[in-house]
């Protein structure tokens, strides 16, 4: 188990990462009880590298991470809350360890200039997933190919074959700091994203057994689920248990946006493990949408990439074993990169890293 001090440390190295300097203003934000050690871990290593640093500490308890269990996004108690929206919008970085993504806050923060860092998974995730300067290069690399790309088609053996028109909204890159103004990221990370035109994903998604449910349920899926989609719509949705749980998620918020196809990209993490949901179910479940060589398929929210479609239903799919073709250039094929350039020596899609065997 790490000791806080070490934590601590391992907060400054992140900080060092995100180029935080004497001077700068690092808000902490916080509630309740959640992460109160994460919360002095990291003013404390703001205030090594000579910055000014506070936790501003919310006391309403209710948040999309709530022990619930169910994912309501866009939903945080600053709501309402003109002082503290007021001081994170002054700050230089803001470390987020209450859930903002996906809301208005947050939007309204970064366009402030603030760059911002979301902090919730457990610290055996940010030890064994701690981001490195070639994850980036290679995050940033698959930017600019999709950047590039009209076009994103989708295979797997299951029978996936769906494409996206991508001349509408801009490409994320999320690989675990930020040290440019007005920049989110999540520690731990490594992954690319973008959304498909509105109107613009059509054919058929099958999920395969041992692919992620990892919002809203956190858990592998056990039969196959099959979406149909036209014009950027599911407009219908096949399967055994798991295909009935995602009906009655979508079906409760009563929100018919809900079917939107949103956000579609690639893993780039080679120390994330697919089988970690089987270990621990603790976390938002960064490292289900990190790990080396998913795709991840999602339906819901699209505002973080300019869209909309702010609907609290948020559903991400990390998917194995997927073959993604850029403008009909491959990038993946059967869940393993193609590209030399974002290849890894020695890792294995969803698999981690070969051990070393004496032969």
Same mark, same amino acid.
Request: with cysteine.
């Given at each position: 188990?790490?000791?806080?001090? @070490?934590?601590s440390?391992m ?5 060092? #990462? ?20 994460y ?12 910055a000014?640093?506070?936790?501003i500490?919310?006391g ?10 169910v ?33 208005? *806050? ?8 603030a ?27 698959? @930017? ?13 053996a ?12 801009p ?10 103004p007005?920049?989110?990221? $999540?520690?731990?990370?490594g992954?690319?994203?973008t959304?498909g ?13 041992g ?13 196959p689920?099959?979406? *149909? ?11 055994? #248990? ?9 079906v ?10 949103? $956000?579609?990209?690639w893993?780039?993490?080679e ?12 976390g ?19 505002? @973080? #990439?300019?869209?909309?479609n702010?609907?609290?239903? $948020?559903?991400d ?20 990169f193609?590209?030399? @350039?974002?290849k890894? *020596? ?7 890293p070969e ?5």
């Amino acid at each position: 188990m790490i000791r806080w001090a @070490e934590f601590s440390d391992m907060c400054q190295r992140e900080l060092e #990462l995100c180029k935080v300097a004497a001077g700068e203003t690092v808000v902490v934000l916080s509630q309740a009880e959640d992460r109160l050690d994460y919360a002095d871990a990291f003013v404390a290593a703001a205030r090594r590298l000579g910055a000014t640093a506070y936790n501003i500490r919310l006391g309403d308890t209710s948040s999309a991470l709530s022990g619930s269990g169910v994912w309501t996004v866009g939903i945080n108690p600053l709501t309402g809350n003109d002082s503290a929206m007021r001081a994170l919008k002054d700050a230089d970085l803001v470390i987020d360890l209450i859930f903002l993504l996906w809301s208005k *806050e947050q939007l309204e923060i970064l366009k402030a200039g603030a760059r911002m860092l979301m902090c919730i998974e457990p610290i055996t995730s940010l030890t064994s997933m701690f981001p490195t300067e070639d994850q980036r290069r290679r995050v940033e690399l698959s @930017e600019r190919m999709l950047e590039k790309a009209r076009t994103l088609r989708m295979t797997n053996a299951a029978g996936s074959d769906v494409t996206y028109r991508l001349d509408q909204y801009p490409v994320m890159g999320v690989y675990g700091y930020t040290d440019v103004p007005g920049r989110w990221d $999540h520690w731990p990370a490594g992954f690319v994203l973008t959304g498909g035109n509105d109107d613009g994903v059509d054919g058929r998604v099958v999920v395969d057994r041992g692919d992620i449910i990892v919002a809203p349920f956190g858990r592998y899926v056990q039969e196959p689920i099959e979406f *149909e989609i036209r014009a950027g719509r599911v407009v219908d949705l096949q399967g055994g #248990l798991d295909a009935d749980l995602l009906r009655d998620y979508i079906v409760g918020f009563q929100d018919d946006r809900g079917y939107a196809v949103s $956000h579609i990209g690639w893993g780039c993490n080679e120390n994330a493990r697919w089988c970690h949901k089987a270990n621990s179910v603790s976390g938002y479940g960064q490292e289900a949408r990190a790990f080396y060589g998913n795709v991840m398929f999602a339906l819901g929210p699209n505002q @973080e #990439l300019g869209g909309t479609n702010d609907t609290p239903v $948020h559903i991400d799919i990390p998917m194995r074993n997927c073959t993604i073709h850029l403008d009909d250039v491959p990038v993946l094929v059967d869940g393993e990169f193609v590209v030399p @350039e974002l290849k890894v *020596e020695g890792a294995r899609a969803g698999r981690g890293p070969e051990p070393a065997v004496d032969r």
